[in-house]
Each structure stands twice: as structure tokens, then as C-alpha cells.
T-cell receptor, first 109, second 115 residues
Framework: GQNIDQPTEMTATEGAIVQINCTYQ??????LFWYQQHAGEAPTFLSY??LDGLEEKGRFSSFLSRSKGYSYLLLKELQMKDSASYLC??????????WGAGTKLIIKP | DADVTQTPRNRITKTGKRIMLECSQT?????MYWYRQDPGLGLRLIYY???????NKGEISDGYSVSRQAQAKFSLSLESAIPNQTALYFC??????????????FGEGSRLTVL
């Protein structure tokens, strides 16, 4: 079966750096997405990786290793507003999105 | 105003009632989706549509039906609601040509409670 694994919850300190990991086993691969979802709100697109390597976008970076079925989202200079759930999703060979359950990130002052 | 609008935002209903959740979008996207989100689970696809004449079942379509009334409108119906359909429902849109990522744009969500 298809599976996306990411930690359920993480805690970090304001101003610090946190890395959220995602491992996947899917039928084919056509890209990996990270979305941010604040409590009670809609998910919003953060990043997209289709080739191996690091994609940087401001304070957020996303890394992909297709051979290892692995990605991470790196958040730098954490702010209280970064408290949210972070969803990893993989597009499979049928161009369907397979979603992880999300990682709830708690930022402490 | 939101580009993807869902109504109602919150609904409490009883077992056996018919419920319709509506979604409209101003993004001009051809592709529309309905997902449900439950605590501890990933988003699960219910139905999707790539244009007005196209309807496809997703991972968990049993107990649901949809209607694509126009490019901008995609409705989800629960013919006879049951308690395990209590969830947060999201409508989403995408455009294959939006930067080649096909990223999804979500509505604000409709929280449905079935008693």
C-alpha cells in the first residue's frame, strides 16, 4: 500500500531552527508537496520538490531524496505564527495526491 | 473575498438527513476536488472533476455524490448522513498550468457534525 510517515508533533523555540521529516512509499513519484495548515483553517501551499536537492524559499526550505523516499521541511528563525500543522503529500504515478497525517508544530517563547 | 468559497461553514444535522455542501471558485481553474479531514488522518479524496463533464471517484466515495454544475461550482451531497461522516470537508481547485506544480488551492472548510 501507499504510505506517508511524518512525526505527529514537534516542539521548538522561537528564533530556532526545526526540521520536519517525511518518508514515503508510493506507487510511482511525480512530486512532493508541503502545505501549512493553521488550526481550523485551510491548508496553504509551501513548497514543491520533484528533483533531488534543496529548494529554498525565504525562511523555509524543502529537501528531497527520491532514492531514499525522504523529504524534510526546514524552518529557520521560527516565529510564533509558524505554530501550525505541516502536511507532506506525494503525487503518485496516477497523479493522485497521497497525504501524510501532518506534523503539529508547537512554538514556545 | 476568498477565491474558493464553501457553504455552509458549519452544519449540525441528524442521522439520515440529506446534506449538500457547496463550493464555488473565482480562480478560473478546471480541476475541482472534495476532501475530508479527520483528526490523526491525512486528507482523503472523495471525488474530483477535471472539467464540467468529468466526474471521478476518489479514495472514499461511498455514501457521497457530487455535481459539477459549472466550471466554477462543485457540490458534494451526503444522501443519508451517518455519524462517521462527521468531519471537516475541504473543496480545492487546481490548474495543471499553475507553474507546473499543480498545487491545490483550498476553500475555508465546512465542518459537518452528524448526530
Amino acid at each position: 500500500g501507499q504510505n506517508i510517515d511524518q512525526p505527529t508533533e514537534m516542539t521548538a523555540t522561537e528564533g530556532a531552527i526545526v526540521q520536519i521529516n517525511c518518508t514515503y512509499q508510493t506507487s510511482g513519484f511525480n512530486g512532493l508537496f508541503w502545505y501549512q495548515q493553521h488550526a481550523g483553517e485551510a491548508p496553504t501551499f509551501l513548497s514543491y520538490n520533484v528533483l533531488d536537492g534543496l529548494e529554498e524559499k525565504g525562511r523555509f526550505s524543502s529537501f528531497l531524496s527520491r532514492s531514499k523516499g525522504y523529504s524534510y521541511l526546514l524552518l529557520k528563525e521560527l516565529q510564533m505564527k509558524d505554530s501550525a500543522s505541516y502536511l507532506c503529500a506525494v503525487r503518485d504515478s496516477n497523479y493522485q495526491l497521497i497525504w501524510g497525517a501532518g506534523t503539529k508544530l508547537i512554538i514556545k517563547p | 473575498d476568498a477565491d474558493v468559497t464553501q457553504t455552509p461553514r458549519n452544519r449540525i444535522t441528524k442521522t439520515g438527513k440529506r446534506i449538500m455542501l457547496e463550493c464555488s471558485q473565482t480562480k478560473g481553474h478546471d480541476r475541482m476536488y472534495w476532501y475530508r479531514q479527520d483528526p490523526g488522518l491525512g486528507l482523503r479524496l472523495i471525488y474530483y472533476s477535471f472539467d464540467v463533464k468529468d466526474i471521478n471517484k476518489g479514495e472514499i466515495s461511498d455514501g457521497y455524490s457530487v455535481s459539477r454544475q459549472a466550471q466554477a461550482k462543485f457540490s458534494l451531497s451526503l444522501e443519508s448522513a451517518i455519524p462517521n461522516q462527521t468531519a471537516l470537508y475541504f473543496c480545492a481547485t487546481s490548474d495543471l498550468h499553475s507553474g507546473d506544480t499543480g498545487e491545490l488551492f483550498f476553500g475555508e472548510g465546512s465542518r459537518l457534525t452528524v448526530l
